[in-house]
């Protein structure tokens, strides 16, 4: 984390996963290398940009013109924005359009937009003539830092978030964190869960150092470029060493099983966005680890006021609308998630600041009063 703060020269951090490895390209103003790039690495392709509909209304014209301009014939699969586009309509459709579009293996997909356009055009790619090339071009925060590195593609279920899917990389990222400049505040706070789960899994100092500059990275600038290059670092270390999640990988989770069962509770709509579940999930297993002995109650503080400081629910009342299922209807969606193993529920928890740690010591009883105690609170 200590690396010193780059000023305008764009940062590479590399994917190292033998003949599979990737680079992600991280600096402002990048999207206009993209056509070059992509050239470089499939002369003669062609390229399906998959978008979203308020993606493309700001992004869309630029991509297709450094595209064209690099010699490659573009064309365009839109869904509407949002995570029910993360649906087997919407993925049969895109899968349409790409054969449509004659996508071809030796041509590639590339997912413009946030984590529901990454996850869902990457998917599409996994599958489409049992696999085509894509690039991740993240045009949110959550996604530049978390769900454009690593290759998990998905779509949800009715049983719940991103249970149909695939493992399957990209070949390149670049994330021009000037696209950044048109989303929303709440969306970049969202964002901003995610990056500070790579201080409270695995570096104290990363922690610290957003504790004393989140403003700076809300802000913009050299702040904002060093937090997703740490962020990307840090999850393409864990990714190079367990790629489909049987080990470390799994601590990428911290605060998704709450998280996940908050977000299906609200119907994966507007009421919680992904990354402001995975704040209010972190506050929990941060609390539940406190109460287990695990962590002193003064950490597990500090980093909810943290957490809170930056705008991320973290309790069930401040959640809007109200209203949750029961505790049993709240367990059977925490049963879902995948990480559970032979019936047993995973969590990641932790023993300080920087230190998660994957469990399935924790039994269904004690997460039961615990939630139930969560959605008393009035
Ligand atoms: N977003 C968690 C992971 O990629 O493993």
Redesign the pocket.
Known sequence: MTAPLRTGEPITVNVALGDRSYDIAIGRGLLATLGARIARLRPGCKAAIVTDETVARHHLAATESVLTAAGIAVSTAKVPAGESSKSFRFFERVCDDLLAARIERGDLVVALGGGVVGDLGGFAAAVVRRGVDYVQVPTTLLAQV??S??G?TAINSSHGKNLIGAFYQPILVVADTALLDTLPERQFRAGYA?TVKYGLLGDAAFFEWLDANWREVFAGGPAREHAIAVSCRA?AAI?ARDER?TGD?ML??LG?TFGHAFEAAAGFSDRLFHGEAVGLGMALAFEFSARRGLISKADADRVIAHLAAAGLPTHVKAVPGGNWPTVDAMMNLISQDKKVKRGQLTFILVRGIGQAFVTREVGPDEVRAFLAEKLSVR
Do not use: P
């Open positions: 978390d769900s590195v690593g998990k995610e999850k990714v999640e990988r990428l989770n998704h």
